[in-house]
């Protein structure tokens, strides 16, 4: 799991929606269009969820202390949630409401606002699906190298790196949102009415929502606390068993906390051997794991001796 690489798509994600909040902005004052208000939202939302989640690698990579022994790794797990909360409020529930806000009013008697310069909202709607594309590719050629050997699905399922997790979650969102708003406008444009414009709206917002508590689901198990990557159980078995004073590993349980992991093994070792000899074994064998997995926290060895 790289946490350079999970950083480098929150630049890419906060890069593209900094500059779509503010162009959405602008276009939803000039239009008045309700999908592109809905759509300016959720991309000031994903600005503080990118920033959410810098606060989260910050405070993960604080050293261990006597209140918090296996250090702070899990803050980004913690913050990643809080990421999937605004999702749902700020994002889902506030378009929601402007669009039913919309909906009714074209629906009254008097009818709803029709969109002003609609092509300006077309247009940058179309800008923001590029900038999304763009984004989202560059969280996905970031996780490349963790998704070897898996389907994306798969992937996204069993991911330890919440932030990769949560941006590229987001990304699609933020796609998807943006041809919901874009097939809105179009049909408001074609018809004169300006109900497909509150639905498009309306739409965003479910889809957001509906995000927003996939997100929560993957992030939740993170934080009730969840193994390493098979992968990484795999390498660390190898390389306690390649070495001369194992026999075999006996069990062996991880816990992934953020970017870092905690080890657990015990393991018959091949001879008896007093005190100061066992403890300069099980050292060197800890030594070979973090020097083959740079990740491993610590490690706690329970050798079993053979008579």
């Not at 378009?95 to 919309?102: A, F, L, N, P, T």
């Not at 979650?169 to 018809?191: K, Q, R």
């Amino acid at each position: 799991m790289s946490a350079e690489g999970s950083l480098k798509s929150v630049f890419y994600a906060f890069g593209a929606n900094l500059g779509i909040a503010i162009v959405k902005t602008g276009a939803a004052i000039a239009t008045g269009s309700g999908s592109m208000l809905a759509e300016a939202v959720h991309s000031y939302a994903d600005c503080g969820n990118q920033g959410l989640l810098f606060l989260g690698h910050h405070r993960a990579k604080r050293p261990a202390d006597k209140e918090h022994p296996l250090g702070h790794g899990k803050a980004i797990y913690f913050w990643s949630f809080i990421v999937a909360l605004m999702l749902f409020s700020m994002g889902g529930l506030f378009s929601v409401y402007e669009g039913w806000h919309k909906l009714s009013l074209a629906l009254s008697p008097e009818g709803g606002e029709p969109i002003a310069n609609p092509w300006l909202a077309v247009g940058v709607l179309a800008v923001g699906i590029v900038l999304e594309t763009a984004s989202l590719f560059g969280a996905l050629k970031e996780s490349k190298p963790s998704r070897e050997g898996k389907t994306f699905v798969q992937w996204l399922k069993t991911s330890r790196d919440s932030t990769f997790v949560v941006v590229i979650y987001e990304d699609l969102a933020a796609l998807f949102g943006l041809v919901l708003a874009l097939i809105a406008i179009l049909l408001t444009m074609a018809t004169h009415n300006p109900v497909y414009d509150a639905l498009g709206s309306i739409a965003v917002g479910v889809l957001l929502i509906a995000v927003a508590f996939l997100v929560g689901a993957e992030v939740k198990s993170l934080l009730i606390g969840v193994s390493a990557d098979e992968k990484v159980e795999a390498e660390i078995r190898r390389v306690v068993e390649g070495r001369e004073e194992v026999e075999k590993v006996l069990n062996l349980i991880t816990l992934q906390m953020g970017p870092q992991v905690v080890v657990a093994i015990k393991a018959s070792m091949r001879s008896a051997q007093g005190g100061a000899a066992l403890c300069d074994s099980i050292n060197s064998v800890e030594a070979a794991i973090k020097e083959a997995l740079p990740q491993v926290l610590v490690v706690f060895f329970e050798p079993d001796l053979k008579g």
